[in-house]
DNA sequence: GTTGCTTCTGTAGCCACTACAGGTTGCAGG
DNA sequence: CCTGCAACCTGTAGTGGCTACAGAAGCAAC
């Protein structure tokens, strides 16, 4: 039974980000002493350490408390566990490529210019590039 | 001379995002009729294309307004620009890297998955994985 | 004149925090 | 017992870059 300072310190998660979960219902909310304040068990800062560390791969509040769920449940978690991290994986390799075109064509736009020249192709290209149909 | 939701068209930014660009000062504000509506000039719409060829490049907001207060101006332009995109690029190589490794710990982390098993592995990694100072 | 599209202002919501302001509690030292 | 200070409390506003309304008004065509 400790503070939320200490709880912090134990899981990983600063003190405000903690209130905010619960404000959030990220995290059930914990006992209070008798003038307020709150007081966490050791499984409510495991479910605080196991959120960080779905947050940690990039998973969102609403998947972590997905995750969070399941691994409570005995019953055929690992399949859907498996799913919601696939799901993620596949977000996070779309996410790959496209900020791996956005390098290919800052490098393009980028290596023609830094020599000083009169006028920058980039700023060129910003200008008059891709018509406003080919968004993609 | 054209009405915003022309503008829109033909710069590609939403009717929306083109009052919320006016409202952050991003572009300038354009001229109004008699009643009040917002009237575009060429070069206004071009300001438009300008950040929104920006955005889809990744930049900031505040990137894409220097860059184009750089295009404007004739001296020095291109050594400045080149530095703005350079020091973008460095943070999506950046962002990059993070996913790449965060695409290799759920790759790992989902290998032992869904194949119906009675403990979830990843569940398991989950609860019991890296403590609170082995953050990053 | 009336239908229906466009435009107007202003505000709230998204995500996941983060950073206050302004007050209370708890504990240690003197 | 008093002082001082850290930790805690609530509530609210800000971040970035939009997006999505509500509710009113203008404008063109039939």
New interface residues.
């Given amino acids: 039974m400790i503070a939320i300072g200490e709880a912090a ?4 998660v600063p003190v405000e980000t903690i209130r905010y979960y619960e404000r959030a219902g990220v995290v059930a909310k914990p006992r209070r002493t008798a003038s307020g304040r709150r007081v966490y068990a050791p499984e409510d800062v ?1 479910a605080l ?2 959120i ?3 947050r ?3 998973f969102s509040l609403e998947d972590a408390v997905a ?1 969070r769920g ?2 409570r449940d ?1 019953k ?4 859907a ?3 919601v ?2 799901q ?2 596949a977000k ?2 779309d ?2 490529a496209d ?2 075109r ?2 290919a ?3 393009e ?2 290596a023609n ?11 060129h290209q ?2 008059a ?5 080919a ?1 993609g």
Same sequence: chains 1, 2.
Wanted: proline fraction near 7%; charged fraction near 30%.
């Fill in positions: 310190r134990a899981s990983g495991a350490r196991f960080r560390r779905c940690d791969l990039g995750l399941l691994a005995p055929g978690a690992c399949d566990a498996g799913r991290a696939g993620h994986r996070v390799r996410k790959i900020l791996q956005l390098d064509a800052l490098s736009l980028v210019c830094d020599r000083g020249q009169h006028d920058c192709p980039m700023l910003l200008m590039g891709p018509d406003p149909r968004k």
